[in-house]
């Protein structure tokens, strides 16, 4: 069992900015997938939406198409830390927002929750207007 710890989360008004932070074990942080997805108030939780995903071996990034523009994901190796940093938000990003975690590289199916055997606990993001 990977343990993913996230936090950062928080209100915020719109076209404010947070960033989000996904701590993982040491022994596992080497070349793996990482990422986020969400779950907005009321979704099931087999409709969450990936937001964005990081290979650790090589960075290779991958984004929904609404975070494209306004999100960044990155790697932080030191601390075995993937941050999500969450700019130009809007009300419709206010949700759960979940780390996730898988063995190896992230590939085609990197934007299905199915392809990730590990999840942290949910951080939540509160965007007013």
């Known amino acids: 069992q990977v343990q993913l710890v996230e936090s950062g989360g928080g209100s915020v008004q719109a076209g404010g900015s947070l960033t989000l932070s996904c701590r993982a074990p040491?022994?596992?942080?080497?070349?793996?997938?990482m990422g986020w997805f969400r779950q907005t108030y009321g979704e099931k939780r087999e409709d969450r939406e990936a937001v964005a995903t990081i290979y650790t071996g090589t960075g290779i990034k991958d984004y929904a198409n609404f975070a494209k523009g306004r999100f960044t994901i990155d790697q932080h190796s030191a601390n075995n830390t993937v941050t999500l940093q969450m700019d130009s938000l809007k009300p419709d990003d206010t949700a759960t927002y979940y780390c996730v975690a898988d063995w190896g590289h992230c590939g085609s199916n990197w934007w299905y929750q199915g392809s990730y055997a590990f999840w942290g606990r949910g951080t939540q993001v509160a965007v007013s207007s």
């Open positions: 040491g022994n596992f942080f080497g070349s793996h997938c």
